[in-house]
């Protein structure tokens, strides 16, 4: 059987994109530590505390919704829904043609790639530049962001300077100050020249109706002042119940994802700028998408949810850093993107990626990091039942050694077997395993010496004792 994608991106992965990925996270999970735990030793209470309020929230999310659009329309912002991509993507289109908008800046927003802003716009002879800088490098190079908060994490300095000179943004230069230079000259003039911004939403709050936008770049604030219409596109799940909440959220996103104590900037949006305000927006839309949301909800993976993008889980998983986030092939890659993107793409989707679940040790890190406790391996797991249950082929165990480890744990006799006969492994020289794909496997691994296979023998003669002891 041949691999299955996940593990076929892995193998084919460059070496560089390797190491990059390596580099970078390895950073991020040390920083993240000690930051969060310097500044809280109490940590893990704020993460469960903020795991139930998601809880709470998730499961209220009908009237926080209600809540939210009545305090915003209050506010004056035009509030639509959108249940699909294509009812989001129509309803966008239709904003920026009816007031005009030819050209906007955008922030980076993950619910804008599952909707292919890009790629939307370009159909529609609407320019659009994303104002992030690793998005931005991302758009020049006609790629896909490979993580939720660092989209280029697969890129060394060297490959963002080639970008750069082919795109005539300056001279060949891998000084990343003078390569944010070069693209802070280019995107000046496209904010000054645009009529029209947008930006997803990291949290909404029901009390205010305040949509809340992090970045490290201060974009989000840049496309706003000159805009007259701005769109913030937001997934449903976003929502919080009150401004004292993101209290809680805010502290626990910026440490578990950039390992600061804040993010740089953090925006808050309430409405169109009012008559006394001389610069801002002078319509603000909230587009709330669904896009397989609302089944999430009704699924026995509901928890996914409550994920706050901060990406802490993909940093830590032995998994993304090897396979890279493009193998996960959906807008969400990681431990999250594994349990988030096959519910997302609904029961049709679902066989395509049912791989996703499989490519897990289930080691639990995801867990141990995510700032609101989500339980990743149990979906993991709920995921490779429904796999099962769907018959799908992407959720078989394709490759040896787990393939033929698969065949014997689902066989008592075969188990029992192999039970006996593993100490012949601490006798025979790694070059007479039978297997080929197993001696390479091997090749780069010292298994410790095999104590197993004594279980039954001890279960057995513990029962007979117990008998005699009655
Ligand atoms: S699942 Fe948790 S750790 Fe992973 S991105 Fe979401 S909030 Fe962060």
Known sequence: MPLQPIDQFAKELNPEVNAAIHKATKGRIEGRKNVLFGDFPEANKLREWAGELKRHTISHLDEYLEQTVTKMESNGVQVHFASTV???????????????????????????????????????????????????????DNDHPSHIVTPIIHKNKRQVAETFKQHG????????????????????EKYLSSTGTMSGGNFVSAESGRVVVVTNEGNCRFGLAGAKVYIAVVGIEKIIPTDEDLTLYLNLLARSSTAQHWSVYTEFMSGPRSENQPEGPEQMHVVFVDNGRTETLASDCREALHCIRCGACLNVCPVFRQASGHAYRHTYPGPIGAVLAPNLVGKEGFPELADLPKASSLCGACNEVCPVNIPIPDLL????????????????????????????????????????????MNVFPKSMVPVPSMQTWLKDRTLPAWQGGQFRKWLKQRKKADRSEV
Not at 87 to 102: F, L, P
Not at 413 to 418: E, N
């Open 169 to 188: 943004l300056g001279e060949y230069t891998e000084d990343p100050q003078t390569l944010t230079r070069q693209a802070r000259k280019f995107l000046r």
């Open 86 to 140: 294509e009812s989001a993507r129509t309803q966008i289109v239709d904003i920026y043609k009816k007031n005009g908008v030819t050209r906007f800046c955008k922030s980076k927003s993950m619910v804008t790639e599952e909707l292919d802003m890009r790629g939307l716009m370009e159909e529609n002879d609407i320019e659009v530049w994303e104002s992030d800088l690793g998005e931005f490098v991302v758009q020049l």
């Open 381 to 424: 797991l709920k995921l490779r039942y429904r796999g099962k249950e769907a018959n799908a082929p992407m959720s078989k165990i394709s490759a040896p050694p787990m393939g033929a480890w698969s065949t014997m744990a689902s066989s008592p006799t075969a188990w029992s077997l192999a039970l006996k006969g593993g100490h012949l």
